[in-house]
């Protein structure tokens, strides 16, 4: 049954839905005569002019073809992709993002691009795991266009007017922290972070977890990947998150963070105007922070460090974001023409003019970047898809709230549950969606933990 992505979007998305209509959605407009027009769908209406200009070049190596492009806010794109399934079918080609495509493919909205994963696949940087990243029961299905992941971005000056040392690991992070409220003597808050419940704050916790996730082994474990991995019978790790937690609450008693809720604005505001020397910042929204600054005001950027031992033990670090890439509708009366598109999209040439004028980090290995703040964002981002997930089910709307309601009472001292038992009921509120019948059907169960979890406790001193 179609109806997964349908689901997971009603239960997330209700407001928005009526906002934008997108004109010739359902594959396309037709062929008249030996013309071909196809829809293209993106998110960035920062970069409007330049997917015209790209498209319009396009057309004029193809002249038999139109590319007309739309925007839709970022914000909104789940709620329009909503509406146009409801009116008759996605758009020919569309961004969105490969690590939130699986119910699209699952229920067979998405034309598979094993074609192009195969030539390309060469070309990628990384071991290609970007593009491994959009691959679904064996099919690929997303060809990752940028990386967009979470950096710290840091004021170089007042890092040397304090002889401040740039972290390296997640323990140095927290010292650093430390020392910049006992040397300001309090007038300084070390990281700005904003939004909510999805927000740059609750991606530290997420990024606690998933060293939680990878020091253990559960990364290796076959039910990692979905998702859907019965923590029930393990005690272990349960405990684990619950010192993830516990840390968490640590940082956020002791004043490291701006507090949520917050707009990315004024999050920006504070570290422009010296209030906070580092902010958690993401990558594809560096050159709006440029165009705030000053010259004379310095950035340098960091990914977000890991536990000392996760280097000691040469394993890959994780990066909180995902590829913001391009799809093909399976409805396109089009697809040989879509799929020339993509590669068009995907060339070196288009690529290199694309973060030339844009300051984004492509995933192809021949993109040459012009400037040293690129080179390291790309260096920064390398390990970004190494743990690949990809939920099967649709939490429900009560579950994400709820889970985020009972991490949010712990953090603000408005509950009387211990760390322990929030994980206990998170847990609980995501059993009660994956084996929702109505919303998720196909009778999912939670799956058993195959896999020998490692606990020793040198792996895990970070978290005390």
């Given at each position: 049954m179609k109806n997964s992505f349908l689901k997971k979007l009603t239960a997330a998305v209700l407001a928005a839905c009526s906002i934008f209509a997108v004109s010739a959605c359902g594959g396309g407009t037709g062929i008249r005569g030996n013309k071909v027009k196809l829809e293209f769908v993106h998110y960035w209406p920062e970069h409007a002019t330049l997917l015209k200009e790209i498209c319009r070049e396009y057309s004029a190596e193809n002249p038999d073809v139109t590319i007309t492009p739309t925007n839709v806010p970022y914000s909104n794109i789940e709620s329009q992709l909503m509406n146009m399934l409801r009116s008759g079918g996605l758009p020919d080609v569309f961004c969105y993002w490969s690590n939130a495509c699986y119910n699209l493919a699952k229920d067979g909205y998405l034309a598979n691009i094993d074609e192009f994963a195969e030539q390309e696949k060469a070309n990628y940087v990384n071991d290609a795991f970007s593009l491994e990243d959009g691959k679904i029961n064996g099919h690929y299905y997303a060809a990752p266009f940028r990386a967009s992941g979470y950096?710290?971005?840091?004021?170089?000056?007042?890092?040397?007017?304090?002889?401040?040392?740039?972290?390296?690991?997640?323990?140095?992070?927290?010292t650093l922290c430390y020392d910049v409220i006992e040397d300001s003597a309090g007038e300084l808050t070390p990281l700005a972070v904003y939004g909510t419940s999805s927000g740059t704050m609750m991606q530290i916790k997420s990024t606690f977890d998933a060293y939680v996730n990878i020091l253990s082994g559960l990364v290796k474990d076959p039910a990692y990947y979905c998702n859907r991995q019965d923590a029930s019978k393990e005690s272990g790790l349960q405990q684990l998150y619950a010192d993830s937690l516990v840390k968490f609450k640590k940082w956020y008693d002791a004043g490291f963070f701006t507090l949520d809720p917050q707009t990315r604005d004024n999050a920006q505001k504070e570290f422009t105007n010296g209030k906070t020397p580092m902010i958690l910042f993401n990558n594809n929204n560096l050159d709006v922070l440029q165009a705030t600054i000053g010259e004379d005001f310095r950035i340098g950027a960091i990914s977000f460090p890991a536990p000392e031992i996760v280097n000691e033990l040469n394993l890959n670090t994780f990066t909180n974001?995902?590829?913001?890439?391009?799809?093909?509708?399976?409805?396109?009366?089009?697809?040989?023409?879509?799929?020339?598109?993509?590669?068009?999209?995907?060339?070196?040439?288009?690529?290199?003019?694309?973060?030339?004028?844009?300051?984004?980090?492509?995933?192809?290995?021949?993109?040459?970047?012009?400037?040293?703040?690129?080179?390291?964002?790309?260096?920064?981002?390398?390990?970004?898809?190494?743990?690949?997930?990809?939920?099967?089910?649709?939490?429900?709307?009560?579950?994400?709230?709820?889970?985020?309601?009972?991490?949010?009472?712990?953090?603000?001292?408005?509950?009387?549950?211990?760390?322990?038992?929030?994980?206990?009921?998170?847990?609980?509120n995501t059993v009660k969606s994956v084996t929702d019948k109505i919303l998720n059907p196909g009778n999912l169960q939670m799956i058993d933990i195959t896999t020998t979890l490692d606990y020793s406790e040198n792996r895990y001193t970070w978290l005390k």
């Open positions: 950096v710290i971005v840091y004021n170089k000056k007042m890092f040397q007017d304090y002889n401040w040392k740039v972290p390296e690991t997640l323990e140095e992070l927290e974001g995902t590829f913001d890439s391009i799809f093909i509708a399976k409805s396109s009366r089009h697809y040989d023409v879509a799929l020339d598109f993509m590669k068009y999209l995907m060339s070196d040439e288009v690529q290199q003019k694309w973060v030339q004028r844009t300051r984004s980090v492509s995933l192809k290995k021949n993109v040459v970047y012009d400037n040293d703040e690129q080179r390291n964002m790309a260096t920064l981002l390398s390990q970004l898809g190494a743990y690949p997930q990809k939920a099967d089910f649709t939490m429900s709307t009560d579950a994400s709230s709820g889970n985020y309601t009972l991490v949010n009472n712990y953090l603000t001292n408005a509950s009387n549950y211990t760390a322990l038992e929030v994980v206990q009921k998170g847990f609980e």
